[in-house]
Nanobody, 125 residues
């Protein structure tokens, strides 16, 4: 089993920044896809960014503002979020797939078997 724990959420004003962390443990190994997702009240969960070895993808809504990175030695995946706006308000989750399974499309939410508990991000106008 893989355990994922997110942290770093909080409340910021428009234009502010936050850095989320996703600490993986248990059976997590290098070569595992990790994705960041978010879910706003009344909306479906949507993919934000993903990283699989050297392949990184971003949703169009966050390109140029968010940066995903990974510290393989610590099994931590980060999501640096800059130029935040109220539309970014949501609970942010990290999720992972088994080793050597590519991330694929953000639409494949159901194909991520491991999820963290989420961290709240609130951006005020």
């Amino acid at each position: 089993q893989v355990q994922l724990v997110e942290s770093g959420g909080g409340s910021v004003e428009t234009g502010g920044s936050l850095k989320l962390s996703c600490v993986a443990s248990g059976a997590f190994q290098f070569g595992s896809c990790v994705g960041w997702f978010r879910q706003a009240p009344g909306k479906e969960r949507e993919g934000v960014a993903s990283i699989y070895v050297a392949t990184i993808n971003y949703a169009d809504s966050v390109k140029g503002r968010f940066t995903i990175s990974q510290d393989n030695a610590k099994n931590v995946v980060y999501l640096q979020m800059d130029s935040l706006n109220p539309e970014d308000t949501a609970i942010y989750y990290c999720a992972s797939k088994p080793q050597w399974v590519p991330c694929g499309s953000f639409r494949s939410v159901s194909q991520y078997p491991y999820w963290g508990q989420g961290t709240q991000v609130t951006v005020s106008a």
